[in-house]
């Protein structure tokens, strides 16, 4: 947002300073969830990673068994751990992929303290969909934002009309009321 096009619409020097000082902490949360998806990327690369130089482990030590029954046994337990560890990094990379979604969620919601909603929330009800969709977290966020309205930035209410909300000038109310009565 330009200062320019701000004073061409004839708002005053301190109305265009609240406005950038606004937008300008707008932007910086947007930067601040652009270092959370970052971390995601790299936590994921290095989870895949660490499944193919597994795979790749498995193969080679298959090949190198043959006939031994100690080593099958070896294999065999080696397997059922890497089963194990394929399921922990599995569950983990599912719980990072659903604290990135609903941290974005949350961020789309304009939310002014993360924690405090995510603490609000039943972390039970929501799943993350092979989509990325979250389900049961609108529900969620509505009763909150029923419940608590200063957790969430709505804005300023600019439906304010005084004078009767028809912008008319209503100097001689006594008139008004004289006329409405004939």
């Known amino acids: 947002m330009k200062r320019d096009l701000l004073k061409g619409m004839n708002l005053t020097d301190d109305q265009i300073e609240a406005i950038m000082k606004a937008n300008g902490v707008d932007i910086e949360a947007a930067k601040s969830s652009l270092g959370d998806v970052d971390a995601l990327k790299q936590e994921n ?6 499944l193919t130089t597994r795979d790749k482990d498995m193969k080679a030590l298959k090949k190198q068994v043959g006939d ?3 080593l099958t046994k070896q294999v065999t337990d080696l397997q059922a751990k890497y089963d194990n560890d394929t399921k922990a990094l599995s569950a983990q990379l599912n719980q990072t992929k659903l604290t990135g979604a609903l ?4 961020s789309g919601a304009k939310d002014r303290n993360p924690k405090t909603v995510e603490a609000l929330l039943d972390m039970d009800k929501i799943q993350l969909e092979e989509d990325g969709k979250l389900t049961g977290l609108d529900d969620q966020l509505a009763a909150i934002k029923k419940d608590n309205e200063y957790l969430f930035d709505e804005g300023a209410n600019t439906n304010y009309e005084p004078g009767g909300g028809n912008g008319s000038n209503d100097s001689d109310q006594v008139q008004t009321l004289v006329d409405a009565f004939k």
């Open 103 to 106: 941290n974005t969620a949350l």
């Open 45 to 50: 690369d290095t989870l895949k990673e660490q």
């Open 68 to 70: 031994n029954e100690d």
